[in-house]
């Protein structure tokens, strides 16, 4: 099962942009869907956006829509989330998570078998 580990998170004002990372290790990355799920205090964990193994297709949620963007490096095992526009109702802990499905299927939580331990993002206002 594939290992995943988080990075990029931090503080931020409203308007302003991150990058988080998420590094994949001890499997054949090219054959994992990715996905980007985010939960804040008191709320379920939610799905933000997924890129399919297959075809590379992307999946936002549509509050992000517009203003995040997702994108795998698989030379570097690397899927990243690449967030403009923040606002403080982003504000949540960023989980990337791998799995094997694709399609419409990547918004489901259960679709993804392999998760990282999360990273936080706070959005100022």
């Given at each position: 099962q594939v290992q995943l580990v988080e990075s990029g998170g931090g503080l931020v004002q409203a308007g302003g942009s991150l990058r988080l990372?998420?590094?994949?290790?001890?499997?054949?990355?090219?054959?994992?869907?990715?996905?980007w799920f985010r939960q804040a205090p008191g709320k379920e964990r939610e799905f933000v956006?997924?890129?399919?193994?297959?075809?590379?297709?992307?999946?936002?949620t549509d509050s992000v829509q517009g203003r995040f963007t997702i994108?795998?490096?698989?030379?570097?095992?690397?899927?990243?989330?690449q967030m403009n526009s923040l606002k403080p109702e982003d504000t949540a802990v960023y989980y990337c998570a791998a799995g094997t499905g694709w399609?419409?299927?990547?918004?489901?939580?259960?679709t993804f078998a392999s998760w990282g331990?999360?990273?936080?993002?706070?959005?100022s206002s």
């Open positions: 990372s998420c590094a994949a290790s001890g499997g054949t990355f090219s054959w994992y869907s990715m996905g956006a997924a890129i399919s193994r297959r075809y590379g297709t992307k999946y936002y994108s795998r490096d698989n030379a570097k095992n690397t899927v990243y989330l399609d419409s299927t990547l918004i489901d939580p259960s331990q999360g990273t936080q993002v706070t959005v």
